[in-house]
Structure formats: structure tokens, C-alpha cells
């Protein structure tokens, strides 16, 4: 079976840092275009963070130079470092297979003092 699954999420204080991570199995996704959304609650999914097979990363503008995008094509895995943490960063973070229509079922990150 070919799923996503992330982990990482949790709730810390405002400017506090969390480590998402995205293990992929049941296919190889190490030349595959890996991505994170986020939804909070009341508005739509939004795109956070991409990293292309080769490294390249993107990201919003709201996170960047706070957040950073990763992979470890050895173990299938995706991660999203985010650091500086805004409580406007509360949301389910997914992650996301494009070239597959995959997605995670989402970790809760909650940024609150």
C-alpha cells in the first residue's frame, strides 16, 4: 500500500520550533516533487513548502527564512523544519505526492502560549 505518514506535530509556545516529518512507503518517491500544505480552521488548504528531486526548495512567503524543507531519499522521507513559530502557523500540516495524488493524513501543529 502506498501511503504518506507524517508525524512531528504537537503544541508549543510562540517562537518555539517543531520538526515535521513525512515517511513515504510502498513506492519510491526519492525523484518525485515533495511538498507541504497546511490548513487552518475556516480556510482553505494552502502550499507551505516544495523540494524538488534534486534539492531545489520554494517556499510562501509567510514562512520563509523561518521554515526549511528537506529529504532523505534514503529513507523515503520528507521533512519540514519549522523554527520562530507564529501562533497564525496553527494548522494541519499534510504532505503531498503531486505526481501521484498523494496525500498524508495530516499532523495538528498548534502554536499557543
Known amino acids: 500500500q502506498v501511503q504518506l505518514v507524517e508525524s512531528g506535530g504537537g503544541l508549543v509556545q510562540p517562537g518555539g520550533s517543531l520538526r515535521l516529518s513525512c515517511a513515504a512507503s510502498g513506492s519510491d518517491f526519492s525523484s518525485s516533487v515533495m511538498r507541504w500544505y497546511r490548513q487552518a480552521p475556516g480556510k482553505q488548504r494552502e502550499l507551505v513548502a516544495i523540494i524538488t528531486s534534486d534539492g531545489t526548495t520554494h517556499y510562501v512567503e509567510s514562512v520563509r527564512g523561518r521554515f526549511t524543507i528537506s529529504r532523505d531519499n534514503a529513507k523515503n522521507a520528507v521533512f519540514l523544519q519549522m523554527n520562530s513559530l507564529k501562533p497564525e502557523d496553527t494548522a494541519v500540516y499534510y504532505c503531498?505526492?503531486?505526481?501521484?495524488?498523494?496525500w498524508g493524513q495530516g499532523t495538528q501543529v498548534t502554536v499557543s502560549s
Open positions: 503531498n505526492a503531486p505526481l501521484v495524488g498523494l
